[in-house]
């Protein structure tokens, strides 16, 4: 990254630039986290790239964050998010785990082969819809498959206004398809398992390899994980696209709305049956399954959607529980130093 990027490149936008006070854009300078490590971040400015530690004092803060540094080039403030994504962090721990911020754009990738998976998109297009970034699904792998045109038609029915693009990930023919996205200021996250190629599609949109790669396994055409940490690239066009860890768990927590995008048309349905609480299953006159029977809705589709739904609802309400009981707990140490203060006084 050099210095003749400017802050637009790095995709500052008016919605941040109306958060600083006039006397905030003359005294700091805005910096965007372009890479996240254990115990430091990586920034950009219109200027330079530099390291800065993270402190406890510092709030949680991803890539893609904007933050603003005094003139001694020290933390001072995060900004708002435009967008954010986030999960249930992986295995049993009851936190929330952030991926991203400030997203404009989503390549959901999916490759076409043993391990194409409908109920794993609608699970990433949950996610990004709750973020309110803009998703694209990408099916990569296009020439390992005679005629991928059936693929990406089911995939369409998902929504059919969302776009679906079958690509070849080596080929620098098929970036041309990607043109509409890959803008100048605007932010693409890479999103998908492992082994569906988001390296590879990266390196190409690059012109030259910068993330390494590895084949996936022949045995169930899984992938092996060769990204590690999330890193924003900028691009020839002026964009940035941010590759991510291949996430085989994506637990969704506090995703309502996201869900509710994702399956709109069960939900639209779902108006029309005769009780307000039907599950969709063996009621009289429901509507869902009337639409199941009539061909218009997959019940698969529907599957996913309870599924989901009840995930949702049990990490969700997980997170609160954590919540709480982490603000009695400080509640109890503000109250046992206090009364400790009052007996040393005695």
Known sequence: MSNFYTLANLGWQPFFQQQLSLDEWNSFIPARIIEQHKSEITLATALEVLHHPTLHSMPDMTVGDWILL???????????????????????????????????????????????????????????????????????KSDLSDDPEPIKSLTQKIDRLLPVEYINCLDSNEMPKLAP???????????????VGKSTLINTVLGHNRQSTANIRQSDDKGHHTTTRRSLILINSGGLILDTPGMREIQLAECKEGISSTFADIETLAKRCRFTDCHHQSEPDCAVQLAIQQGDIAQRRLNNYIKLRREEALNSATLIEKRAADKALGKFYKRTLSDSHKLKGR
């Open 70 to 140: 005094d003139s001694n080039k020290r933390f001072s403030r995060l900004l708002d998010r435009k967008t954010c994504f986030t999960r249930k962090a992986a295995g049993k721990k009851a936190a929330k785990q952030l991926i991203s911020a400030n997203v404009d754009t989503a390549f959901i990738v999916c490759s076409i082969n043993n391990d194409f998976n409908l109920n794993r998109i609608e699970r990433f297009l949950s996610l990004v819809n709750e973020s309110e970034a803009e998703p694209v699904v990408l099916l990569s």
């Open 181 to 195: 996205w890959l803008k100048e200021g605007r932010t693409i996250v890479v999103l998908g398992s492992s082994g």
